[in-house]
C-alpha cells in the first residue's frame, strides 16, 4: 500500500527556514505529479507546490519566490523549501500525488512565530 511520511516541521521565526521532506513508498514515484498542501487552523486544505514527473514547477501566488520544490526519484523523495517564513505559513503540511490519489500521511507541523 501506498504511505507517505512528512518530516522536517518545526517551529521557526519570521524570516526563517525550513525545509520539508516526503518519503513515499508503495508507488512507482517518478512517474507521478507530486504536490505539497497544507492546511492551516479553521482552514481548507490547499496546494502549495507541484512538481511534475518531468521537472517542471507551480506554486500558489501565496510563495512564489519563497518555497521551492523538488524532487529525488532516486529516493522516491520531494522536498519544499521554504525561505522568508511568515506567521500565515503556519500549518500542518502534506504531500500528495497532484491530483490527490492517496491516503495522507500524517503531516508535519510548521509553526512560524512574529
Known amino acids: 500500500q501506498v504511505q507517505l511520511v512528512e518530516s522536517g516541521g518545526g517551529l521557526v521565526q519570521a524570516g526563517g527556514s525550513l525545509r520539508l521532506s516526503c518519503a513515499a513508498s508503495?508507488?512507482?514515484?517518478?512517474?507521478?505529479?507530486m504536490g505539497w498542501y497544507r492546511q492551516a487552523p479553521g482552514k481548507q486544505r490547499e496546494l502549495v507546490a507541484a512538481?511534475?514527473?518531468?521537472?517542471?514547477?507551480n506554486y500558489a501566488e501565496s510563495v512564489k519566490g519563497r518555497f521551492t520544490i523538488s524532487r529525488d526519484n532516486a529516493k522516491n523523495t520531494v522536498y519544499l523549501q521554504m525561505n522568508s517564513l511568515k506567521p500565515e505559513d503556519t500549518a500542518v503540511y502534506y504531500c500528495?500525488?497532484?491530483?490527490?490519489?492517496?491516503?495522507w500521511g500524517q503531516g508535519t507541523q510548521v509553526i512560524v512565530s512574529s
Open positions: 512538481i511534475a514527473s518531468g521537472g517542471s514547477t
Open positions: 508503495g508507488i512507482t514515484f517518478s512517474i507521478y505529479t
Open positions: 500528495n500525488a497532484r491530483p490527490v490519489l492517496w491516503s
